[in-house]
Each structure stands twice: as C-alpha cells, then as structure tokens.
C-alpha cells in the first residue's frame, strides 16, 4: 500500500474483532493522510506566497547595486525590502505558532487566565486602530472575573486578530453609518467562557464561511489586502488547543466570530451564571468609544 494514501484495510461487514481492528487502523491512516495532504499543502502555500516577495526583495536589492541611483533612492529600495521581508517573516511566525498550537505543547505552562482583563488589554491596544479606521470599539465586560485555564499571549493573540480582521474587512464595505460598530463581547454560561468578535461589514458567506479557517485561505475580494489567510487558521488552532472552539458566522450585517473555552473550575468567584446559548447576561460593563 506504499505510496497511496487513499486505501484502506477491507472491512467484512461482520462487527467482529478483525473488523473492528481494521476500523482503528482505517481511523488512523485516514488521520495520517489528513495531516500529510496539510503538511503538503502548507509547503506548496508558503513557497507559492513567498516566491512573489523573495522576487521583488532580489529586484529591489539588484536595483540598489545601480550605480546611477542617489542615497535617498537607495534608502527607499532598502525600506521597501525591509517591508516584505517583515511580511515574509509574519508569515513563518503565524505559521510557527500555528504549528506550536497544534503540537498540544503549550498545555503543558497552562494557567489561570482572567478573560476580563486580557479582553481589556487586547482593547486598549485595538481600539485607537479601530477609530483611526473609523469605527467605534465598543467592550462589553462582565462584572465577575472570567477565568480560563491557557496560555495567555496565545489567547491574545486570537483576540487581536480576530479584531483585526474586523478591522480590515469590516469597515470599509459597511453601510452609510458613519461609524460602525465592533462588538468584543464576554461571558460565561454553564462551564463555558465565549468571547464574540462582531462587526458590520460584508461578512462572510457560503464557501469562503466554511472555508475561512483554512491555512492560506482568503476570500476573493480581499486578495488584494495583504494579508496571509493565517490569522483565523491560528484563532483556531488556539482555540482547539484549551478543548475549545471558534465559530464563524454571518450576523447580517457582518461577522460574527465566536471563541468558547472551557472555564477553569478551580477559580474562584467567576462569573458561572446563565444557561448555555443564553444572550450575554451581566454584559454591563465597560464600554468602550
Ligand atoms: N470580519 C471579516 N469580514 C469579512 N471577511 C473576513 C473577515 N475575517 C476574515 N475574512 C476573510 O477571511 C479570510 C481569512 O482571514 P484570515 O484572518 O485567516 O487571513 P487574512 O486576514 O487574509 O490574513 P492574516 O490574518 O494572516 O493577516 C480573509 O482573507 C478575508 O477574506
Ligand atoms: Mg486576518
């Protein structure tokens, strides 16, 4: 069966023990041929989108070897290739900690993360980005601390992209209000934690909703944009690494990207209350803009 992914060990249709046998092994090369067409996927992705700016860095730093050219035209040729290699180099980081959330390694340094105060945290960085783009951050916060047990940059990290993103493609395609809103709303219900990342824009639809959290993945009519198509590919993937979850969904107007996380029941005087797929309950608290 070397060399071909897609076979599997026969099953007899008997529900003994030599089909149950074939089951676990038909599991695990399905599970194997999964994380090698990733693998595969990941190396063609990276030197399909690396190619373009290595070009252009060599293009620009040939250019630089002109003799013609004055200092200030060779100081713009070297600033234009510091900036692709600094998106070159976001790229191999987005990847690298993509790669680390799936390891499972971070587990191991989990602790007490207050979601409250990371949430606040990630705003006061977002919020001055989100008015310089014209749109209003508004935080909403419940009055109890909200305690998961995980790696706190890794969940910043999710939160901040999850904002950018709402920042990027949430604005500029939004209706005539002046300035829409971003909604990072938190709460807990039953052994739950979720934070929401809401914006007013576009959204997302059909294929490019259920493919979003792909690697590399980026929807058509942001091409153009610039960026990697990792950001939701490692808010998942530190999502699944704290047992938890990201969901995309169309809020008309807009996305709606939501994280659950298990809480940390060992924390004490969290905010527990409500049911689960409750509206956020004690969502009272500070409001940003
Ligand atoms: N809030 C949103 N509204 C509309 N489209 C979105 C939104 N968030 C993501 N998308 C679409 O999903 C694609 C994947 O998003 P993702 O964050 O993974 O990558 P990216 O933003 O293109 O690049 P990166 O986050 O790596 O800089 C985006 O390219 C965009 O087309
Ligand atoms: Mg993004």
Do not use: W
């Not at 900036?83 to 070159?88: A, I």
């Amino acid at each position: 069966m070397a060399g071909d992914l897609a076979r599997r060990v026969p099953e007899t249709g008997r529900g003994d023990e030599f089909d149950r046998l074939a089951q676990s092994l038909n599991a695990m090369l399905s599970q194997n041929e999964k994380l090698f067409v990733g693998m595969r996927e990941v190396a063609e992705n990276l030197a399909h989108d690396l190619r373009s700016p290595l070009g252009r860095v060599r293009q620009r730093l040939e250019r630089q070897l002109s003799d013609s050219l004055s200092a200030d035209e060779k100081t713009a040729l070297a600033m234009e290739a510091l900036d692709e290699t600094d998106r070159m180099l976001a790229t191999f980081n987005a990847i690298l900690s993509i790669a680390q959330a799936d390891s499972g390694a971070p587990r191991r340094s989990f602790e007490p993360v207050d979601l409250r105060i990371l949430l606040q945290d990630v705003a006061d960085l977002y919020e001055p980005l989100a008015e310089e783009a014209g749109a209003r951050l508004r935080l909403a916060l419940p009055g109890r601390p909200v305690v998961a047990r995980g790696n706190r940059d890794m969940l910043f990290q999710a939160c901040a992209n999850l904002l950018d993103n709402a920042i990027k493609y949430g604005i500029a395609s939004a209706g005539p209000a002046p300035h829409p809103a971003i909604d990072l709303d938190l709460d807990a219900a039953g052994e739950r934690a979720r934070f929401a990342v809401r914006d007013r824009g576009a959204g997302l639809h059909g294929e490019a909703l259920e493919r979003a959290r792909e690697r590399f993945y980026r929807a058509d009519a942001s091409r153009t944009g610039g960026g990697s198509g990792l950001g939701l590919a490692l808010v998942d993937a530190v999502a699944r690494l704290h047992d938890g979850e990201l969901t995309l969904a169309a809020a008309g107007p807009g996305l709606r990207a939501t994280v659950q996380l298990p809480l940390d029941k060992s924390a004490p005087a969290q905010e527990t209350a409500g049911g689960a797929g409750e509206e956020p309950a004690g969502a009272a608290g500070a409001e940003h803009g």
